[in-house]
């Protein structure tokens, strides 16, 4: 067979074979045309109801398919803030290594235990942050009135406007937290669904204002950190503010600032203990045990760290969880707090908000003088306390002073 012959029956060869294949594509459409055109006719002649309970499931099916593939379910966890910085709700609660506590929470539980439930509050399973807010370690009778503002009662837009107008006339203060409760219409004026709601709001000055410091480090990690206090230039009034709680080495000290009002501002330098609680325990022990001068001397100098926090804590794990009440059943929809706080050398402000949204239903369902060197530059813990009241309104320890600056 010659070459030209052999190249022929080669093209003729691939000529059939596509043919073949067109052949066999059509066969294929037919068929599936006519088994869509079986499966409309079936479904006409179905009722409407069915029509549509088959669109609604096929519907249902396919959003749960698509959950199970995509949702991740986050574990339930105890902090809720909008920084590293851990807000609790007790001083009993532990704390990590940058931590901050207001009363103005304990406040709502108190109200809301003692009003609804008139007895501890009982999760099942319980929680160790609600068996700590059980103990109502801080109270009304800890803080004056002046210094807060509380209210509660039925759920509805006459509430909002009361609890807004307090605030401003009382602090001229407006709510941070008020606007994220759900306010539709569904869910007021229900006689089983209330608000409990506090504020806290303080703004103090020190006797004299101290100096503003050279930036420089705190601890070993931190570098230009914005400083404010007493060195050797400062005018020695300044230090006559200053109460000495102990001083046993530069590292290990605890003291006090007076201001213009009832308010003292306390630093106690590494302090020793898992919640607010013992490390306060620990530092009045401390501060018992001192035979040392608890004057601060003109030789004496003190630095400390400026500080400014906004924390939004939702306390998650309380929420959308049934308890008993005199009524019967309660679940807490929404626990809200915030803390904003700021100090610098001439004094602080702290404006703190609790507030718990409610059901509560009878269906089931905290020899030569030397200088002593008072620099809070390294690991602290800082109290807020009313002059003559034995517990603090406001705690904080820092750790990396990054997350308060």
């Known amino acids: 067979m010659s070459k030209k012959e052999k190249t022929i029956i080669a093209i003729i060869s691939i000529i059939l074979l596509i043919i073949l294949g067109l052949c066999i594509f059509g066969i294929v459409k037919i068929v599936t045309k006519n088994q869509i055109i079986e499966d409309t006719n079936q479904l006409s002649n179905e009722p409407n109801e069915i029509k549509v309970v088959n669109l609604i499931k096929n519907e249902v099916e396919n959003t749960t398919n698509m959950n199970i593939t995509n949702e991740v379910k986050e574990p339930e966890t105890e902090k809720s803030s909008t920084s590293e910085i851990n807000v609790v709700p007790t001083m009993n609660d532990k704390i990590t290594a940058d931590s901050s506590w207001c009363g103005t929470f304990q406040l709502v539980w108190n109200d809301m235990k003692n009003t609804l439930v008139n007895g501890d509050v009982e999760f099942n399973p319980q929680l160790e942050m609600v068996e700590n807010l059980n103990k109502e370690d801080f109270n009304d009778d800890m803080i004056s009135e002046d210094y807060y503002y509380k209210i509660y009662g039925v759920k509805s837009l006459e509430l909002k406007a009361e609890i807004e107008k307090g605030i401003k006339e009382k602090f001229n203060q407006t709510s941070d937290v008020l606007d994220k409760l759900d306010w539709d219409e569904k869910n007021l004026n229900n006689p089983n669904r209330y608000i409990f709601y506090t504020m806290l709001y303080r703004k103090f000055e020190y006797l004299k204002a101290f100096d503003a410091l050279s930036a420089s480090p705190f601890g070993t990690k931190y570098k230009d950190v914005e400083y404010f206090g007493i060195n050797k230039y400062t005018d020695n009034a300044v230090g006559n503010q200053i109460d000495v709680l102990f001083y ?30 013992e490390i306060y325990e620990n530092m009045n022990k401390k501060a018992e045990k001192f035979k040392g001068s ?55 402000e702290i404006k703190s908000e609790a507030v718990i949204d409610m059901v509560d239903s009878a269906m089931p369902s905290l020899n030569e003088p030397t200088p002593r060197y008072f620099y809070v530059d390294d690991t602290f813990a800082l109290f807020l306390r009313e002059k003559g009241k034995e517990k603090p309104y406001y705690a904080c320890r820092v750790e990396d002073i990054t997350k308060f600056q």
Do not use: C, H, W
């Open 294 to 348: 608890k004057k601060f001397e003109n030789i004496d100098l003190f630095k400390a760290p400026r500080l400014e926090i906004n924390e939004l804590r939702e306390y998650t794990e309380l929420e959308n969880k049934e308890f008993p009440t005199l009524n019967g059943i309660g679940v807490i929809m929404k626990a809200l707090q915030t803390i904003k706080f700021k100090l610098n050398e001439t004094g602080g």
């Open 248 to 277: 046993n080495s530069e590292d290990d000290f605890a003291l006090i600032i007076n201001t213009k009002t009832n308010d003292e501002v306390i630093f106690y330098k590494n302090p020793k203990g898992e919640t607010f609680n």
